[in-house]
């Protein structure tokens, strides 16, 4: 009697998840590895799905109201959310996650960018004057920054710290055996040529040794124009790539142009973590990439 009574005072006055951390994604992948590290200990909301692109997105209300209650903010960085993340930051007016705060965490800030620019031009509309910010398709990163973060969640928590590190080491685990996997399928895959439509595969072609041999983008976020794609269906057509890769999010037409007049494959990969209809986790993720690039291997055998 005594404890049911307890138990229900208990209740009345700690709700279920009204200690949780509120932790704020800006993008799937990193929303992914959050629930692997932190499972029911945090609340989460993920800004962007795959078929957003994370270089622009609208600073809409439910997004200000989600800043605004975080402990944590979790985000690509290197300029990627330069468009809209320092107006969501500033009309949060959250003081816990603003840049140099616990609660702001960039996870590019972990890794060696590539394609750093020897000069910026951003007149020329350049989105990736910091080097390409799209980190997350090399799993060896995605374990970087694993560490990184389960010991932010520990500072930020530190009631859960043990829970966080052991997650983490499991995480890990079966990570790094998920990588010796990926990397024997890889094998038969290097050197594979492929056109890109933005710079968007660049960490994932440097991991697996592929050739991207064209990118359908002049520069990172100027579309693709009628002249362009032109100079490069002659550039290509005497040895075209195996396929011209894109993002869920990316606009199909240059890549069913190009691929259409080359006569090889558009082939839209997965990118990103996409419970609609893509892979649930950042597991499937690198299973449903090697799968769709196999797939396009085999074909020119
Ligand atoms: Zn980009």
Same mark, same amino acid.
């Given at each position: 009697m005594m404890n049911k009574l307890t138990a229900l005072l208990l209740l009345l006055v700690a709700p279920l998840g009204a200690d949780a951390l509120e932790v704020f994604a800006c993008e799937p992948e990193w929303g992914s590895l959050v629930k692997e590290l932190a499972g029911d200990n945090v609340n989460l909301t993920v800004a962007t799905t795959a078929f957003q692109d994370p270089h622009r997105l609208q600073a809409r209300p439910s997004l200000i109201a989600a800043t605004r209650r975080a402990d944590l903010l979790i985000c690509t960085g290197a300029d990627l959310e330069i468009g809209w993340l320092p107006l969501l930051l500033r009309r949060a007016g959250n003081p816990d996650i603003q840049p140099g705060r616990p609660g702001h965490f960039m996870a590019a800030d972990y890794v060696r960018k590539l394609e750093i620019p020897v000069l910026v031009d951003r007149s020329q509309g350049d989105i990736h004057p910091q080097g390409n910010p799209h980190i997350h398709l090399n799993p060896n990163n995605i374990s970087r920054i694993a560490i990184k973060l389960a010991e932010r969640l520990g500072v930020l928590d530190p009631a859960n710290e043990s829970d966080y590190m052991d997650r983490l080491q499991e995480f890990q685990y079966r990570w !790094?055996?998920? &990588?010796?996997? #990926?990397?024997?399928?890889?094998?038969? /895959?290097? $050197?594979?040529?492929?056109?890109?439509?933005?710079? $968007?595969?660049?960490? /994932?072609?440097? #991991?697996?040794? /592929?050739? &991207?041999?064209?990118? /359908?983008?002049? !520069?990172? $976020? &100027?579309?693709?124009?009628?002249?362009?794609?032109?100079s490069l269906l002659e550039t290509l057509s005497p040895n075209p790539p195996a396929a011209v890769v894109r993002t869920p999010y990316a606009n199909e037409k240059p890549s069913l142009w190009l691929t259409e007049r080359l006569d090889v494959r558009a082939l839209r990969l997965p990118y990103t973590v996409n419970v609609v209809d893509g892979p649930v986790d950042l597991f499937a993720l690198f299973d449903m990439t090697l799968a769709a690039l196999e797939e396009v291997h085999n074909e020119r055998l």
């Open positions: !790094k055996s998920a &990588i010796v996997g #990926w990397e024997q399928r890889g094998e038969l /895959l290097s $050197g594979l040529r492929l056109a890109s439509h933005h710079r $968007g595969f660049s960490y /994932l072609a440097d #991991w697996l040794d /592929l050739n &991207i041999v064209a990118t /359908l983008e002049r !520069k990172p $976020g &100027i579309p693709p124009s009628a002249a362009h794609l032109a």
